[in-house]
């Protein structure tokens, strides 16, 4: 005691009782003597307070912790723990730091939020999977995983009890411990039992929750989940028992509350058509849905919930017909309470209106009769021993038994739901093991408390009674593990108080008593009460009621109102409305009240004796069974399986009434503390030793309080000791345990004070020293100043007169100076004004004598032109009177002979003259006229049939002449008319002769015009790529300073692109892996397995390769993209393949292609076939040469078109729509277009001559075949005939001229075949290419409409908007073709490529079978040897290729895979593996064997993999294969051929490239190997550092002596911890970093490429990075200075470590940045305004939820330290509002970078290869 007094201090912090906050802390301001009555405080405000001290009313205030203790995770390590403290804690988690869970020992206190928190994803449930329960955060996860991890290792059934009143969230924390069961514990195999056990709870929130005045989602029953698992820890099953269902709320609800959730999601969906038939309106039509009179909840949607209810079902196996049947049920409730009872005889007696619509709607929905439910809804059957009455009901009866009805179908209905789902989640393999969630009601306390609150109450306490029990075993089991005397602690036991409730003659016994009587009322059942347990101490009657009764609980004591309680107990429901309902026509209402026992008892042989008497029949058992006896038999076998397992306790807080977010109520908090057990298992703590430290850390905390002599002493057990006994003088205070230093209450507290004053006194030293240290540097500062001021004083007066002299000199120098120039000055001025003056008098006498000279000049200019004008003008005067008088002159004789002319003309004579020889002339003239006439009309008859011809002509010419017409005179009309007439005739002649030329060139110029067109196509389309190639100049010219800009950020951007494709592609590969070894072991379990009934058999065309490998077979033939579309369906099953699109349409695509090509070939052989029935019917030539010829090339013919046209032709016309299809569909212009048929052009270029090489073979062919039959049968003939030459020497020999003709006539066939084959071609390529144009033509309509409805668009916007609309649609026009043009170009040279090897192949054969035809002539002529000769083989150089027999491949792939080991070619080069096997592969090559090839390649991937599976956590196994994979994959394309891969080869590399194979496809076959190779590289790597990571990083102490321990509280000696073994091992820095260095130098040892060490180095960093900074912001422990300078010199020697290695160009350094800036956050100042803001401005790699999560885990270690207030952390999150930062709040550990092999071919030379005797290689030959 007096060691408690001498605590009471000043300055010591108190907390004192408060009305409204419960508790306040105050401060006392005057030291507490023993015997004083007032205690002077000081509250937080500076109010005094005197608080009164008294031996029995008042004791001493509880002392507060100090504040390095406030805020902890665990209630059990504050140093005094009591309810302040308690309740204190809780507040400053919840409101400052928004931390809602805590630990109290081994109780979780979950305090409900009320908003949404992102700490419950995937990301939280990896982090919390694996962990102990202390070392992270409070969390529900860490207890699930508590209870998952103790399941797995003691092999015991776990409990996870979730309690608190109506509010709290039980529900929630339960769901969330089932996802983490569901995630963690998924299932083995595809039956998904865990998404089913989630898929239960928004069924069971439907019928089963409802809104109430305190939760808008409360649990009105309590349910028990069992969660199965197999023996390997999997979900397998699950089973749920529920407890107690509210039957009650069915038929009542108080004032703003609700029914359950079913009922409003039928009425929100009764608009549906199926629904229809239900006969629902609005809930609030509806008596049993509107009691409450709000049916809505604020944010609910009540038709999506009830689409997710639905969906449910569904998922559980629920048909739809059932779903129906179950909301009709539903639907019938309602319509049963909305059935309107009529009173008759003053109530006495009731009917039901014939018109009910709503009995009639109950009637239909449950299938039962009208009649009979009317009248038994208001009558009931009395039965006697002799007799059976039938009486009516009064009102209040029939209201009473119709809601009885309607609890009673809902809680079968209820029921059975529950009993489907188990049937759902039930399993029939063998349940190893389970883990029970209790998801039950809380302590209740209400103003009016009745039966239900009754039985959760009792139910409660027999919860705490089973929780005190195994708090007050742990104690016990805790103190005889370490050793400690055990002292008996007295904790609360209720077993006073469950006896009675549930013992003989207790409540509940009385209770049935009553309900047996007839006449039992609730009244009787009180004063039976008051009788017998008066003298109970937990048992009162209240003072002012005869109808209640008072029971003292462990939480409060409960008033009861007796009211209801006999009626609620019976739960009775009349037997003739369940006859009705047995017998309904709908088979789920019947099977609902049908029990088990009445099943129809099977036939049996024995004779039934019945009674003679009619015996009356026994009432139901079940409806005999009360519901308080059904309650007790289900909580007492609740109670059975609990005391089986090892419990878990959720403790869920309600924080206020108002359902507030992060509000807390320090009354109703406290209120539910007390009720919840927290505070008894604080109490229980605090009456032993609650703190317990382990020595290590008591040594590490309070060393500062040892002597340097106890430092160096290695026994810490010993010094701890010591030290303990020297601070402490009572023993009693601490214990000594084997492994702890246990501590009674505020021992721990008294610690810290010593420790505090400890450094408060070295501070006050510390601060001495550095004081007159400073004041003494000041001193000798200010003294050195003075004598520095002195000298410089000094020399600054002496500077300063040694200046005024030279100043002094200075001046009189300048003015001599001055006095000098101004003088000279003056002289020079005036010399020059007088020079000045003459000057300009000079020039003015001179210039007037030339003005004077020049004025005379001009005159003289002007009278010369003067006078000659007026000489010209006179003599033109004259010559004009000549000229006039000239005219009139001869005008006047010419008139005079014109008038002597007209009088000669008019004599007689003259008439006579002129008449002579005119007969003559008109005979003349008639001849002719008629000779004309019939010209004429010979020429009339073709002017009529030209003129046909100019009618169009001359229509046009009309208009022409008409203007002619007009302009000229009337005279020359008929002359310009002729003249016309004549030269359309010219024109008409000169049309018809060019048209007869046009005629005869038409058929010359066709196929001329035809290449015209041709070549113009090609030169257009080199124009437009000319002219696309200048506007992409003049685009980049224009937008050169956007571009330069833009240009880094594209960059990134397109990085980024590129890297988010590679993953992808990369994760796909990964779940490829997966899916595969998945299959590959159910193989094996398949091949394991001893008896399958039934026959199987193997595909045929499977071959044991495929079988073998996942991966594609590629042959050495086309395989095109539908090709690798059907095999990949056959890899992934035609379910998985249906839902790839692509490869859906592609399949279609190649059936239709398969389709035609199958006609097409079936109407060739049809026209080979009436061909060669023709040639067979015509006369055939004599010779039977040309037969054999004729039908051995069509029999090549045949072959070639079955095998190649396939192949060639289709392939061609498939691409070409392909591209149209691409072109369509891309939007592509005219210049993709152009481009396309560029392409086409060369293609068809290609395809020609390819064409001609074919034919060119099969003549060749088809010689060499007829040539080897013709030699057959010429030495046939000469065996036949050479015995008888000389005996019939007059044979007739076949002269030369017949063969040379025969040979002719074959030529001539042949070219004849030859030219019809190549017409054919013609007519196929002129069909193509008419199709192509008319695509073309399409496109280019299509492509013209979408312009101009762009250009329309485009003119809508503004100027500004066009052009950033333009360009937009530019870049991605650009971006679309060029990906197209890419894509063609690499299928067209893929095409090209494998044609060309395809005729390499064919040119080869056919030179072997002439090499074989000449072997076999030189043989025959060949005389034979008489002696046996040797051949000696000629020496040749090793040209670096391994020569292998087929039978050999086995015995070579198992010595250099399946048997290698990388330490048996640690001294050879490195990657020898790779390196022989492409040897081998070159010779399979050089011997054109393609079998060989795909055979040894297959078997090389399939071998790689096992041995891969065989050693799937041997870290150097798989680095040594991926070496090895990627170095082959090197060397296939270094020795590809391709000179993309030949740049960096020596002479002889380009030598030993491949000759006949192109091994591009197997290239990404070794590719995606190398992947997955990486991936498993990277997860056996991060399997082996994982649990290195954070005890290296944040555990260890890199800096000895800077890391300090707080106290911990109980879950740190957590059960999940082998204590025993000295807890988990421990892993320092240097590890880690030994750690890395082996994979490094294992990886270079193997010759893995330097770029792949560096992905796998930075993907290890990453992992560490995301594992270290998790933990940190799951773990208040390590968020201090400290730790953050531990941290800080951790990830400097990790970039040290990269920088020794030369790794620091990986961006490995780049991935620590997060914990970085955690770890200087940590470090930082977080007071003021500027710190804000250089922590914003500082953290840029962590994510605003990172930093805030950060700040509030913030803990400081000692008391000089301070916490980070709650306005500098609101600060920092208004300053980051502006980040568009992800909500997720901890870093993905499963991301992976995705990875890139860099090509990097070897300089080694293959012929230069040496191989060791030592793998066993004798049988391969060297080449």
Not at 1428 to 1443: A, H, I, P, S, Y
Request: hydrophobic share 35%; glycine share 4%.
């Amino acid at each position: 005691m007096k060691n408690n007094y001498s605590l009471y201090v000043k300055f010591t912090r108190v907390w004192i009782p408060d009305p409204e906050d419960v508790w306040t802390a105050a401060e006392i301001t005057k030291d507490y003597k023993l015997g004083e009555t007032v205690l002077h405080l000081k509250l937080e405000d500076e109010t005094p307070v005197e608080y009164p001290i008294g031996p029995k009313s008042n004791a001493l205030p509880f002392l507060r912790n100090p504040d390095i203790l406030v805020g902890e995770n665990d209630l059990t390590a504050l140093s005094y723990l009591h309810e302040p403290a308690v309740l204190h804690n809780l507040k400053v988690r919840f409101l400052e730091s928004n931390h809602i869970y805590t630990y109290c020992g081994i109780v979780l206190v979950a305090i409900n939020p009320y908003d949404q928190l992102q700490i419950y994803g995937e990301e939280v449930i990896n982090a919390y999977s694996g962990q102990n329960m202390g070392d992270m955060d409070p969390h529900i996860f860490a207890v699930a995983e508590e209870a998952y991890k103790q399941m797995a290792r003691d092999e015991r059934n776990q409990s996870i009890i979730v309690s608190g009143e109506s509010g709290a969230g039980k529900t929630v924390s339960a769901k969330y411990a089932m996802r983490f069961f569901a995630t963690v514990g998924g299932s083995a195999n595809d039956t998904n039992v865990e998404e089913k056990v989630l898929a239960s709870s928004p069924i069971m929130e439907a019928i089963g929750n409802a809104k109430t005045t305190r939760n808008d989602n409360s649990s009105r029953f309590g349910k028990y989940i069992q969660i199965g698992f197999s023996r390997h820890y999997h979900i397998i099953g699950a089973n749920m028992r529920t407890y107690l269902l509210e039957k009650s709320r069915v038929v009542f609800q108080a004032e703003d509350e609700r029914n359950y959730h079913i009922f409003y999601q039928l009425c929100a969906s009764a608009s549906l058509p199926e629904f229809k038939d239900l006969n629902l309106t609005s809930a609030e039509d509806f008596t049993y849905a509107s009691l409450g009179e709000n049916i809505f909840i604020e944010g609910v949607n009540d038709a999506e919930d009830f689409k997710k209810t639905r969906e449910a079902f569904s998922l559980l196996g629920v048909k739809e017909s059932t779903q129906s049947n179950i909301f009709k049920v539903m639907a019938s409730i309602l319509h049963l309470g909305n059935i309107e009872i009529c009173s008759d005889r003053d109530g006495e007696m009731c009917h039901i209106s014939k018109g009910d619509s709503h009995l009639s709607d109950f009637c239909k929905l449950l299938g039962v009769e009208h009649k009979q439910m009317e009248h038994w809804l208001c009558h009931r059957k009395l039965a006697t021993t002799s007799e059976t009455y039938v009486k009516a009901m009064s009102h209040k009866q029939a209201s009473n038994a119709r809601d009885a009805l309607a609890k009673h179908i809902y809680a079968r209905m209820f029921d059975w739901i529950v009993e489907h789902i188990n049937l759902a989640l039930h399993t029939s393999s063998k349940q190893h093991s389970f883990i029970g969630v209790l998801d039950i009601y809380g302590f209740e306390t209400f103003e009016i408390n009745s039966f239900e609150q009754f039985c959760i109450n009792y139910a409660n306490e027999k919860l705490q009674q089973q929780f005190n029990s195994h708090v007050f075993k742990l104690e016990q089991e805790e103190y005889m593990k370490e050793q400690i005397p055990w002292t008996l602690i007295d904790f609360y036991d209720n077993q006073p108080c469950i006896d009675l409730i549930e013992a003989r003659l207790g409540i509940l016994d009385l209770l049935d008593e009553e309900c047996k009587v007839p006449k039992g009322t609730d009244t009787n059942w009180a004063q039976k009460l008051y009788k017998q347990h008066s003298d109970s101490a937990h048992f009162q009657k209240p003072r002012m009621s005869n109808m209640s009764f008072i029971i003292i609980h462990f939480a409060d004591q409960v008033e009861y109102q007796c009211d209801g309680f006999l009626e609620k107990n019976r739960d009775r429901v009349y037997e003739e409305q369940i006859n009705i309902l047995k017998a309904s026509q709908s088979q789920l209402v019947a099977d609902l009240f049908h029990e088990k026992n009445d099943a129809p008892s099977t036939k049996s042989s024995k004779v039934n004796v019945r009674a003679a008497k009619m015996a009356p029949r026994a009432p139901n058992k079940e409806h005999r069974k009360t519901v308080g006896l059904q309650f007790r038999s289900s909580l007492q076998l609740l109670m059975e399986t609990l005391n089986a397992t090892t419990p878990h306790y959720v403790r869920c807080i309600k924080p206020n009434d108002f359902k507030e977010a992060f509000t807390f109520d320090s009354r109703r908090a406290v209120q539910q503390l007390r009720a919840c057990g927290v505070l008894e298992t604080i109490r229980i703590s605090a009456a032993g030793y609650p703190s317990r430290w382990t020595y290590l850390d008591f040594f590490s905390r309070y060393r500062v309080l040892m002597k340097k002599s106890d430092l160096m002493s290695s026994d810490r057990k010993l010094v701890c000791r010591k030290l303990l006994e020297t601070l402490i003088k009572d023993s009693d205070m601490f214990q000594f345990g084997k492994t702890k230093i246990f501590f009674r209450a505020g021992q721990v507290a008294y610690l810290e004070k010593l420790r505090a004053d400890k450094f408060r006194a070295a501070c006050i030293m510390i601060q001495k020293t550095v004081r007159g240290w400073l004041q003494r540097v000041r001193y000798r500062k200010i003294h050195k100043m003075a004598i520095t001021l002195q000298r410089y004083g000094r020399g600054y007066l002496s500077r300063r007169y040694a200046e005024y002299l030279r100043l002094t000199r200075a001046a009189i120098v300048c003015q001599k100076q001055y006095r000098m120039v101004r003088d000279r000055r003056a002289y020079l001025r005036t010399r020059q004004a007088v020079i000045t003056i003459q000057a300009y008098a000079k020039g003015m006498f001179t210039r007037r004598i030339y003005w004077e000279f020049l004025l005379h000049h001009k005159a003289m200019i002007i009278q010369k032109n003067v006078r000659g004008w007026m000489q010209r003008r006179k003599f033109r005067r004259a010559r004009n009177a000549a000229i006039i008088i000239q005219c009139a002159f001869r005008r006047m004789r010419a008139k005079r002979q014109l008038k002597q002319l007209k009088i000669e003309a008019r004599s007689a004579e003259h008439l006579k003259n002129l008449n002579t020889g005119m007969e003559n002339k008109i005979v003349q003239l008639q001849r002719k006229m008629d000779d004309q006439s019939k010209d004429y009309k010979a020429q009339n008859v073709k002017l009529q049939q030209v003129n046909t011809t100019l009618e169009s002509e001359v229509s046009k010419m009309h208009k022409e002449l008409e203007m002619i017409r007009g302009q000229q005179g009337d005279g020359g009309q008929l002359t310009s008319m002729q003249k016309e007439l004549e030269r359309l005739r010219k024109e008409l002649q000169e049309a018809h002769a060019q048209r007869k030329k046009l005629e005869e060139e038409h058929g010359s110029e066709k196929m001329s015009l035809q290449q015209r067109v041709e070549e113009l196509e090609t030169e257009n389309a080199l124009l437009k790529s000319e002219k696309e190639e200048m506007n992409q100049k003049i685009r980049q010219q224009v937008k050169t300073s956007a571009e330069d800009s833009n240009a880094s950020q594209r960059e990134v951007s397109l990085q980024s692109e590129l890297d988010a494709e590679r993953l992808r592609y990369q994760n796909l590969l990964k779940e490829f892996s997966k899916v595969e070894l998945r299959c590959e072991n159910l193989k094996e379990e398949l091949s394991l397995t001893k008896f399958q009934p039934g026959h199987r058999r193997n595909e045929s065309n499977q071959s044991s390769l495929e079988s073998d490998s996942n991966f594609p077979s590629v042959s050495m033939s086309e395989v095109g993209d539908t090709e690798d579309s059907i095999q990949l369906v056959e890899e992934m099953g035609m379910e998985k393949a249906a839902m790839d699109i692509s490869l859906f349409m592609k399949l279609q695509k190649r059936v239709r292609e398969l389709e035609q090509e199958k006609k097409r070939l079936q109407s060739t052989v049809d026209k080979m076939e009436d061909l060669a029935k023709r040639r067979g019917s015509e006369a055939r030539s004599p010779t039977s040469d040309q037969e054999a010829a004729d039908l051995t090339y069509n029999n090549l013919k045949r072959e070639e078109l079955e095998s190649e046209n396939k192949k060639l032709k289709d392939d061609l016309n498939t691409l070409r729509k392909n591209i149209a299809e691409r072109a369509a569909e891309n939007n592509t212009n005219n210049e993709l277009q152009d481009s396309y048929n560029l392409l086409l052009s060369q293609l068809k270029a290609a395809n020609e001559e390819l064409d001609a090489r074919k034919e060119e073979v099969l003549i060749l062919r088809t010689q060499i075949v007829s040539s080897a039959q013709r030699q057959e049968q010429n030495e046939q003939v000469q065996s036949e005939n050479v015995p008888n030459v000389s005996e019939v020497p007059d044979i007739p020999v076949v002269p030369e001229d017949k063969e040379e003709a025969l040979k002719a006539y074959q030529g001539l066939a042949e070219s004849k075949r030859l030219l019809e084959s190549q017409l054919q071609s013609l007519t196929r390529q002129h069909k193509d290419e008419l199709d192509a144009l008319h695509t073309q033509i399409e496109l280019l309509k299509d492509d013209i409409e979408k312009k101009q409805e762009l250009l329309s668009y485009t003119m809508s916007l503004s100027p500004e908007a066009q052009v950033e609309y333009s360009i937009q649609q530019e870049i991605t026009r650009l971006t679309n073709d060029n990906l197209d043009l890419k894509e063609l170009v690499e299928k067209l040279e893929k095409n090209e490529r494998k044609l060309k090897k395809q005729l390499r192949i064919y040119m080869k054969k056919v030179q072997e079978l002439e090499a074989a035809q000449a072997a076999a002539l030189s043989s025959r002529s060949r005389p034979e040897l008489t002696r046996q000769v040797t051949v000696q083989r000629k020496e040749k150089d090793f040209e670096g290729m391994l020569e292998y027999d087929k039978e050999d491949e086995v015995f070579l792939l198992k010595s250099l895979i399946t048997d290698m080991k990388p330490t048996s070619v640690s001294a050879t080069v490195p990657c020898l593996p790779a390196y022989i096997l492409f040897m081998c592969i070159r010779h399979a090559d050089y011997i054109n064997d393609d079998q060989k090839v795909e055979s040894l390649l297959t078997s090389t991937i399939n071998a790689i993999k096992k041995v891969l599976k065989k050693n799937s956590d041997d870290f150097e196994m798989t680095s040594f294969w991926l070496a090895n994979t990627s170095r082959l994959l090197h060397c296939l394309k270094q020795y590809s051929g391709d000179e993309a891969f030949m740049t960096q080869n020596s002479p002889k590399q380009n030598e030993h490239c491949l000759k006949n194979f192109d091994l591009a496809e197997y290239r990404q076959v070794l590719s995606d190997l190398s992947i997955q190779i990486y991936q498993q590289l990277i997860k056996v790597a991060e399997g082996i550092i994982q649990p290195m990571i954070v005890s290296a990083m944040l555990e260890s102490e890199s800096i000895p002596s800077l890391a300090a321990v707080k106290p911990t509280g109980y879950r740190n000696r957590s059960s999940s911890m082998d204590m025993d073994s000295g807890g988990p091992s421990s892993y320092t820095l240097e590890a880690l970093i030994r750690q890395l260095g082996q994979f490094q130098s294992m990886m270079s040892e193997h010759g893995l490429d330097p770029e792949i060490v560096g992905q796998v180095i930075r993907q290890l960093f990453h992992c560490i990075n995301a594992i270290t900074l998790n933990n940190l912001l799951l773990r208040k422990d390590v968020c201090s200075w400290s730790k953050g300078m531990q941290l800080r010199y951790n990830t400097s020697q990790m970039e040290e470590w990269l920088r020794s290695h030369n790794l620091y160009q990986s961006k490995a350094a780049e991935s620590l940045e997060p914990i970085i800036q955690a770890a200087q956050l940590l470090q930082v100042k977080k007071k003021t305004t500027q710190d804000a803001e250089a922590i914003c401005s500082l953290c840029s790699a962590l994510t605003t939820q990172q930093i805030v999560k950060l700040l509030n885990l913030y803990t400081p270690l000692n008391e000089f330290e301070e916490r980070v207030t709650v306005s500098f952390i609101r600060n920092i999150q208004n300053r980051l509002q502006e980040r568009n930062d992800p909500p997720q709040l901890l870093v993905d550990t499963k991301h992976t970078f995705p990875v890139l092999f860099p090509y990097t071919p070897s300089a080694l030379s293959l012929d230069g290869m040496h191989i060791p005797a030592s793998l066993g290689l004798d049988f391969l030959v060297r080449v």
